[in-house]
Every structure is written in C-alpha cells, then in structure tokens.
C-alpha cells in the first residue's frame, strides 16, 4: 500500500526550541520517493519522534536536509505541519536525502539517490545535549560517532540501521549492509540499542554486548521482540491487530521502548510489552496517523494480556 502524505499546517514554534527537550532524536528525515514521483516524508527521526510527542514526552529533532522546496525536479514537503509537536533544528542542504524503496519477492531493496550530508552535533542548541534520553536514529552514516561524546543524556538509545548503509556516495545507488561497527567508546555508552530481525546477524555482537549490562533489542514485527537486559533474556510475544502499513513500526517500537525503560519502577519486559502496544497500535493507519498517546496504548495492552490468560 502506497503511504499517504503527511497533513496539517502548523507552524514551527520558537518557544519550543528555546526549551529542552525531553526525547531528542538525531538522524535525517527522509524523503520517499513514491512510484508517482510524489515525495513523502519519513525516517527513524520523524517517525520516533513523532511517537513520543503523542506519549506526552517534549521532543526536539536534529536533521538535516532541504524541506519545503523543489529541488532536482523533485517537490520535497515542508516540515511546518509537525511544528505544534516537535522542534526541529534543520542544517541547510542541497537536497534531503532521498530514497526509492522496491520490493522484489517480498524483500525490500533500497536506493539513495540523494544524500544531504553529515549533522554536524556541534549545531546543536548547548541545553538539547542534556535531554533525559537521546536517541540516535541515522538512516544513511550521516552522524559522526566522535561527536556523540558532547551528548550527556540521562539514556543514550540507538537504531543502528543507519550506521549499516553503504552506496555509492558520489551517483547515488543501491543500498548494501553491512557489519555494524561502532567504536568502543559508544558502545560502552549506549543504555539501549533496537535492530531488527533483519539485522540481527550484522550487529549481532553489539546487541549482545549491551544487552549483557542494559538492554539490547531484536524486533520481529508481528512476532514480537527478544529482549536482552543485564545478561539475561525475554521473549515477548506480539499484539494482533489489522495492519494497515508497516511503515516505521521498528522506530515507533524504539522510540516506546526508550521511553518505558527510563521508568525506574518499570522492567526492561514491561518496557518491551509496552513498545510491543504502541508499534501494533500504529499499524492501524498509513503513516503515523495511528501512533496512539499513552492511556491508548496502556488500555490496549491490558486488554490483551487480559485476553491471554
């Protein structure tokens, strides 16, 4: 199913940029191109965030890209509408980067052709580095793992996908994987890290090595999530519900899972049940128009756990 633009026109709100976010993601926010030519907006950074704004969390977004103009033929969406949600601190580009998704058998294959460049962490507002957790959501090795150390959030999240992507950088080409290499200083920083499935077997030694002393996260869709946390692990089943679009279930998953698991009288399984909640709930509706708030996804969960016993 096609994904349908994003509405609303809001504008962007300077009182929410001067203030501290609670949730600060970094990473592009993308742009899809579509079979029509038409471009949408998507991405870790957008999609997570937008998630936890509907949980109540005050979100600030680092990107960087081209919104709002034509570029290369191609008409990019502005990022006024999400403006009465989250803050976004854009650094300037000749494009966004732009991807084109084909599906071939079932398996997804990946195109770049434009890429906006690296974020340089350096723009980012001094009180943002300190938000109570910050996820890094790169989509395309656009953040500078030396950089990270200016952060001091009280939890650092990470979906590594991004850090995975390799293609030709001057035309632009097909997506590659491959082996997830961060170096040793992030990692012994990390408090949770999110793959999925698909990507397990390439950064298979960092979810286990953090997972040995926080928490480490496969997602498996429908299936669920294995939790790794302090040596341990969980199996945690998922939710049924009607699905209507998969898109950015595995960032709306992150983003609940790194919220839950700041909660101190909470665990890293109900973090996991509660993420699994949210990321059904918003299979619901294309795009993020079914990212529930929290008193949904706490009553659809109860309701289905009630149901399994």
């Known amino acids: 199913m096609p994904r349908q633009p994003l509405g609303g ?13 609670q949730y600060l993601v970094i990473g592009h926010i993308a742009a899809d191109l579509q079979a029509d030519g038409t471009v949408v907006l998507g991405g870790t950074a957008l999609y ?3 998630t936890a704004a509907r949980l109540g969390w005050r979100v600030g977004v680092l990107t960087r890209g081209a919104f709002g103009k034509t570029v290369g033929g191609l008409t990019i969406p502005s990022l006024e509408p999400f403006g009465g949600e989250i803050s976004i601190v854009n650094q300037d580009a000749d494009f966004p980067t732009v991807f084109v998704n084909e599906y071939h058998a079932g398996r ?8 906006a ?3 340089d962490l350096r723009g980012l507002p001094p009180h943002w580095a300190n938000a109570r957790v910050v996820h890094l959501g790169p989509i395309a090795q656009e953040i500078d793992q030396r950089q990270v150390g200016a952060l001091t959030p009280g939890f650092l999240g990470v979906t590594p996908q991004g850090f995975m992507r390799e293609w030709p950088r001057e035309a632009g080409g097909k997506v590659r994987l491959t082996h997830l290499r961060l170096t040793p200083e ?3 920083r990390i408090d ?3 793959v999925s499935d698909e990507e397990i077997h390439l950064a298979r030694d960092t979810v286990e090595r953090v997972g040995a002393v926080r928490l480490g996260v496969v997602t498996r869709g429908e299936g669920g999530a294995l939790v790794h946390f302090g040596g341990e692990k969980v199996e945690l089943a998922g939710y049924p519900v009607k699905t209507r679009d998969l898109t950015g279930a595995g960032d709306v998953f992150a983003a609940a899972f790194f919220i839950k698991a700041t909660d101190r009288t ?8 509660f993420a699994n909640a949210v990321a059904g709930l918003s299979l619901r509706q294309v795009g993020p128009y079914g990212i529930p708030d929290r008193a949904e996804a706490v009553a659809f969960m109860e309701e289905q756990e009630l149901r399994r016993r």
Not at 108 to 115: E, G, N, T
Request: hydrophobic share 35%; net charge positive; proline share 10%.
């Open 186 to 188: 992030l990692v012994s």
């Open 192 to 194: 949770g890290v999110v």
């Open 266 to 273: 909470g665990s890293a399984d109900a973090a996991g049940r």
């Open 108 to 115: 997804r294959v990946q195109q770049i052709r434009h890429w």
């Open 117 to 119: 460049g690296p974020i």
């Open 48 to 50: 997570s965030a937008i």
């Open 9 to 21: 026109e809001r504008p962007l709100s300077p009182l929410q940029g001067e203030r501290t976010p």
